[in-house]
């Protein structure tokens, strides 16, 4: 397998000012991590790896906030109803009134405002005449990365026996830090993985952007670990730190789990302990909505989550 070379990089000033906008390049991380780094909610949109990998999904689209330090996404996506909508996030800071104004001309709808960004302008927004609501559907679930790596005590104990009995099922386990050496074989997990998940649901999930950050691991600095049953490749996950080092958002997690029973929570337990102990917390990302998966996110006992809100213009 050729990995890719490492593209050329572009500087922040190459990014154009609101209200131009140029299309997500991976030449660009150079110059959005480490502002992205810094903010501190750690909202798991708001890494270069989050947005680039699904820049086509959304038509991601990016501009300078002025002179404020931060950036401006342009979007697009399908609603209920199945027509397009337009929307914008700002993950470092709110845009002034005149370029806020100008922005909702523009766009249907301000996504994903963390509580940084919007608690020192929200009064002056809704004077503006403008909505905000909770988006509870997009809300990330924080866990203690010590709570996932050790599932002490009565509210673990049903995980904590998934493991268990995984790990009596399957002495013979090995957990390596995924490498570009090890990329192939996270590869075929992936796409047992995906027949697996046509079988069942009838669409390949999120196999797309996991296939290009698989392809592309070390040039988006990611981090992750692969696993090993019998020696065969049998589960893989990957993330990358966010909210100034303190928290570690996992992107993708895949596993054979129609073969290795238990395997998801014997990869969580597994990863949780093998990241270093500066990362206090561990973000899982949202259940967009989807009860199945709130539900399953929920039984892990999160200690908090990171909120995010919407914002519309009022009719």
Not at 258 to 274: D, K, L, T
Request: proline share 5%.
């Amino acid at each position: 397998m050729t990995m890719p070379e490492k593209p050329a990089s572009l500087n922040t000033q190459q990014v154009p000012c609101y209200p131009d906008f140029i299309q997500m390049d991976i030449g660009l991380r150079d110059a959005l991590h480490p502002r992205l780094s810094l903010t501190s909610d750690g909202v798991s949109e708001f890494t270069f790896s989050g947005l680039y990998l699904f820049r086509n999904k959304y038509n991601y689209r990016i501009s300078r906030n002025g002179e404020e330090g931060g950036f401006i996404i342009s979007g697009e996506q399908i609603a209920a109803d199945e027509s397009k909508k337009t929307f914008f996030m700002t993950p470092c800071a709110a845009p002034k009134p005149d370029i806020l104004d100008s922005l909702f001309n523009t766009h249907d709808y301000w996504k994903n405002i963390s509580e940084t960004v919007l608690s020192p302008v929200k009064e002056k927004i809704e004077a503006l005449g403008i909505e905000i609501t909770e988006d509870r559907d997009n809300f990330d679930y924080l866990y203690q990365r010590k709570d996932l790596a050790e599932l002490s005590g009565k509210k673990f104990h049903k995980k904590k026996n998934h493991v268990n009995n995984f790990l009596s099922a399957y002495p013979n386990h090995e957990q390596k830090p995924l490498t570009n050496a090890l990329i192939p074989q996270a590869m075929e997990v992936l796409e047992k993985w995906r027949l697996e998940a046509i079988r069942r649901n009838g669409n390949d999930g999120d196999y797309k952007s996991t296939k290009e950050a698989l392809d592309l691991f070390d040039n988006l600095a990611l981090r992750g670990s692969i696993f090993y049953v019998e020696g065969k490749p049998a589960a893989f996950c990957m993330g990358e730190s966010l909210a100034r080092g303190r928290m570690f958002v996992t992107h993708f997690e895949k596993a054979l789990d129609g073969e290795y029973r238990g395997i998801y929570q014997f990869v969580n337990q597994a990863f949780a302990s093998s990241l270093p102990n500066f990362f206090t917390f561990i973000n899982r990302e949202q259940d967009l909505g989807n009860e199945g998966m709130r539900q399953a996110k929920m039984t892990y006992r999160p200690c908090d989550f990171v909120r995010k809100y919407t914002a519309r213009q009022k009719e």
